[in-house]
């Protein structure tokens, strides 16, 4: 369930609540006017009014705890109901991030060029910062190169490859395996997966 969908479900429930209580209230209160009016007539003073009807104070307080246990509740359980919206907000841009020739068929795309769907790898690729790119084209191309060569290869310094490598590990995109004083590098059986087929 969308997060702002939720939220909104849940503010109009909150403000029903609040509405509710509100009509409650000064219904009430209108009867203790009554009462008291009519027990000032009648000469027994307010006394008439106490003893008919709940006190309107009563309905507010009312109002105020079951509005704080709905919201309350809610947001302890949203998180585990809701998907966050900056999930969709940042899918949004990635699936665009080809420009209008994305939306062309198969059938319009010219005989030479490749697309996303036929290589799931390009579309990994594209979707990555140059920087990133830069590194993990030369490892899907021979994977178990060595940091050193992948700095050479591409024209980065070594804490730049270092970084950078780190953090498509961390992302599951490619693992090192130690080799002396340097690493070498492999795709993600994943990545790797989608490269062959």
Request: aromatic fraction near 8%.
């Amino acid at each position: 369930m969308n997060r702002r969908r939720a939220d909104t479900a849940a503010g109009l429930l909150v403000a029903a609540i609040f509405l509710f209580g509100g009509v409650l209230s000064w219904q009430a209160y209108q009867r203790q006017q009554a009462f008291e009016q009519m027990g000032s007539m009648m000469g027994m003073g307010s006394s008439m009014g106490a003893a008919h009807g709940t006190s309107p104070l009563w309905y507010v307080f009312g109002t105020l705890f079951v509005s704080a246990v709905v919201g309350g509740g809610y947001l302890l359980v949203r998180d585990e109901f809701t998907s966050p919206d900056v999930e969709t907000r940042s899918q949004a841009p990635a699936a665009n991030a080809d420009g209008p020739e994305s939306t062309a068929s198969p059938a319009e795309q010219p005989a030479g060029e490749t697309t996303p769907e036929s290589q799931p790898q390009a579309r990994v690729l594209d979707l990555l910062p140059e920087d990133e790119r830069r590194l993990l084209e030369p490892v899907l191309s021979s994977p178990g190169l060595t940091q050193i060569e992948l700095r050479d290869r591409s024209d980065f310094s070594k804490s730049k490859v270092s970084q950078t490598v780190s953090a498509l590990e961390k992302r599951g995109l490619l693992y090192r395996e130690r080799q002396g004083r340097t690493y070498r590098v492999y795709p993600s059986d994943d990545l790797e997966q989608n490269q062959t087929s």
